[in-house]
């Protein structure tokens, strides 16, 4: 199959139309299936190891809509969900105001702090820019180790929330059962945000600048700010996922910024996929519970890790989204016709 | 045929759904331990020591019987030493049903584990951490030490140190809640005996290169240093200050540093170096020496090393409070724990109410040749009521 194929196999539809019928039909069961699972599934430690895998794969989704859409590897982007983390934290620790307030923050603060970065970053290529990213996550690393006054160094610290979050008991945002709802809406409505997004004009911009940028910008397209934009939704993204984790665990360290974590977000996006949008999510989820299940049979997980990775990019280039489609396909051959 | 296979197909389903509902009830038969400790990284010397120690304690119960004929079982997970991982693998050992814990290694770890202790119905006893936060500012009723906390360390080196004729000292210590301690410790130690502190140094936990610091340390012009460094760490860095002759130009002690398998790996490079001896193999107990020969039978002549023996303690307490309490529900545990006095490796040792820490002596000594091996050899002797200071008041205990 040439590349050109294989990618419009795997588009959903074609560029600039408008979002079939079935992409809500999808959007109301995702939610549903979503909203019942707890009800479902009675183990807490099922529900709670869930809770964070989706959290896990909205931090690979990050990562894997730079890829995708800008065509841009990141190494740093547990700056961004560690520094949602500290947003959270920091003001509650030193008493700065309404942990309301510092929620709102943990967002908005980490993508305007992208965007800005990208102007300037998204200019330089290649193996510069993740080397770029790469610094950058490790300078806010070095710093929650190193300002122990401040952030409490290696050791973290518990993040003492009020009782209620904007009139919500806080206690919903730490129990497995109601966290596992708000993560997973909060993953459904980022895909499906992004799947309506790059339907847009802005969608179909950063794609051809990702395929050419040269020539997207003789054609008169201003192209580092559309990329610059790129880097900050993504970044918004990690925050969110950030400050998901800061209020489901109630606790911050540096490892929330570690490049560890930066690494282990890529491996998520590209195991699951990254031509795919919900690819990143999937290999998320894959491996949040290949970690887990490898953590408890060995304790050289790490390294099954590793040969797992390997064995996934040589035989599944596409990543086990990829996979699927494929067998989808050659499952139901008419299939790929209905819609097209 | 196809209505047929549905129906096997369906009580083979619900066959399974009874022995899934079934299966909780027989796991309570059996007493669940969970470790979670550091089985890679920094510290992955010290978690194996704690796993050996916690499986060597279970299986000698289960030999005998069990507790009132209930097995041990334990489950080690990995936590890298790292708070936010030892967090989540507690977690998930608890929600298994492993609702004691035990056997954790850094001070970070068990700050992050305590505040959720509660919510996992589960309890923990610290036989590693040495921050004084865990049974001070930060205690929790689910919380019991039974190893010596910085402060208990500080009481005798504070006396040691008035009898060293350096004045001019400097502190390596790890950047992490236990070496921050000791470095303050030590620092108002020195104080009260008039020496004079040239320098501070707290390399981040898991440096691989020391000789910055070796060389500002030699700099300062320190005649005495002072070092909070376990696992990994110390063998870097007492390698690296043989390599640059501070171990030859330096008075050299420390605290968790030079320990039994420390000197095993560091050979004649450790020798002569001073430090706080929590356990020895060597202590003259009744209860050690049984224990001692148990544990060179298990594993090939052997002798338990300092983590091993105060893991075996926390053991041997979360033993008798299941006996005491008939129960190994963690709050029965708990209650049977706090206040009461349990047969340990020193003798009889009472863990107090007021703060959850275990009343035990301490010992001090060097490096030297005994038995034709090199060890840690106890040259000083604390009895328990010397060297355990009275609660620092900065634990308000909340009741069980």
Avoid at chain 1, 155 to 167: E, H, K, Q, T, V
Avoid at chain 1, 191 to 218: C, K, Y
Avoid at chain 2, 25 to 50: F, H, M
Wanted: charged fraction near 15%; include cysteine.
């Amino acid at each position: 199959m040439s590349r050109q194929a294989e990618s419009s196999a795997l588009a959903a539809a074609p560029p600039g139309a408008a979002p079939a019928r079935w992409t809500w039909s999808v959007l109301a069961a995702a939610l549903a299936a979503g909203a019942l699972l707890p009800q479902v599934v009675t183990s807490t430690l099922a529900i709670t190891l869930l809770t964070q895998a989706v959290i896990g794969g909205i931090l690979a989704t990050a990562v894997g809509l730079l890829i995708r859409q800008a065509g841009l590897v990141s190494f740093g982007h547990a700056a961004f969900f560690g520094l949602a983390g500290y947003f959270i934290a920091l003001p509650a620790r030193h008493g700065l105001w309404p942990a309301e307030v510092s929620i709102v923050l943990a967002v908005a603060a980490p993508t305007l702090l992208a965007f800005l970065l990208g102007l300037v970053i998204v200019r330089i290529p290649g193996v510069a820019f993740s080397m770029l990213t790469l610094a950058i996550g490790q300078a806010f690393h070095e710093f929650a180790l190193r300002a122990r006054e401040i952030t409490g160094g290696e050791d973290g610290f518990a993040i003492s929330l009020p009782r209620a979050l904007y009139g919500v008991p806080t206690e919903i945002f730490q129990r497995p059962q109601s966290m596992f709802v708000i993560a997973w809406v909060a993953l459904v409505v980022i895909l499906f945000g992004l799947h309506l997004l790059t339907r847009t004009r802005f969608g179909r911009v950063t794609a051809a600048i990702r395929e050419n940028e040269e020539r997207a910008r003789f054609l008169g397209y201003q192209t580092v700010v559309p990329r610059a934009l790129v880097f900050a939704l993504s970044a918004l993204i990690g925050a969110v996922a950030g400050t998901l984790f800061a209020l489901y665990n109630a606790f911050v360290s540096p490892e929330m910024l570690h490049w560890s974590l930066s690494g282990s977000a890529l491996i998520m996006a590209i195991v699951g996929g990254t031509k795919l949008l919900w690819g990143p999510a999937l290999g998320g989820v894959v491996f949040f519970f290949f970690k887990d299940l490898a953590g408890d049979l060995t304790e050289h997980w790490p390294a099954m890790i590793g040969l797992t990775l390997i064995v996934v990019t040589v035989a599944l280039p596409l990543g086990i989204g990829g996979a699927l489609v494929r067998l989808l396909q050659r499952l139901r051959p008419a299939g790929g016709r209905t819609h097209g | 045929m196809q209505a047929r296979m549905w129906t096997r197909g369906l009580i083979g389903v619900g066959a399974a759904a009874a022995f899934a509902v079934q299966a909780p009830a027989l796991a309570q038969e059996t007493i669940k331990i969970g470790v979670p400790t550091a089985l890679s990284g920094t510290y992955a010397d010290l978690g194996n020591q704690a796993k050996r120690a916690v499986e060597f304690a279970v299986n000698e119960v289960n030999a005998k019987g069990g507790i009132g004929g209930r097995k041990l079982e334990v489950k080690v997970l990995d936590t890298e030493a790292k708070p936010d991982v030892a967090r989540k693998q507690a977690e998930k050992l608890a929600l298994e049903g492993y609702k004691i814990l035990t056997g954790t290694i850094a001070s970070g770890e068990g700050l992050a584990m305590a505040p959720m202790l509660e919510r996992w119905d589960a309890l923990y006893v610290v036989t590693i951490n040495k921050a004084d936060a865990l049974t001070g500012a930060n205690c929790v009723p689910r919380v019991f030490r039974v190893n010596h906390p910085d402060e208990q360390d500080a009481a005798i080196v504070r006396p040691w140190l008035g009898t060293r004729k350096e004045t001019k000292w400097a502190i390596v210590a790890a950047d992490i809640a236990w070496g921050r301690n000791s470095g303050k410790s030590f620092a108002a130690a020195a104080k009260a005996n008039g020496k004079e502190l040239v320098g501070e140094f707290y390399p981040a936990f898991g440096t691989n290169d020391f000789a910055p610091y070796i060389q500002q340390v030699k700099n300062s012009g320190a005649q005495g240093v002072w070092i909070a460094l376990a696992g990994r760490d110390a063998i870097n860095f007492a390698t690296q200050a043989k390599q640059f002759g501070l171990l030859d130009s330096t008075f050299v002690a420390g605290v968790s540093f030079v320990t039994d398998n420390t000197v095993k790996t560091l050979g004649d490079t450790s020798k002569g170096i001073w430090g706080i001896i929590n356990y020895s193999s060597t202590l003259d107990t009744p209860a050690n020496k049984r224990f001692v020969e148990a544990w060179k039978k298990a594993y090939n002549g052997d002798e338990p090393t300092n983590f091993e023996g105060e893991t075996y303690i926390g053991m041997q307490v979360i033993i008798q409070a299941i006996e005491r309490a008939k129960s190994a529900k963690p709050l029965d545990v708990a209650r049977a724990m706090s206040g009461g006095t349990f047969d340990t490796l020193y003798g009889k040792s009472q863990i107090r109410a007021a703060d959850h820490q275990m009343v035990q002596p301490n010992y001090f000594g060097y490096v030297g040749a005994q038995g034709g091996k090199l060890r840690p050899i106890i040259t000083t002797t604390f009895a328990a009521d010397q060297a355990t200071p009275p609660p620092s008041g900065e634990c308000k205990m909340p009741k069980l």
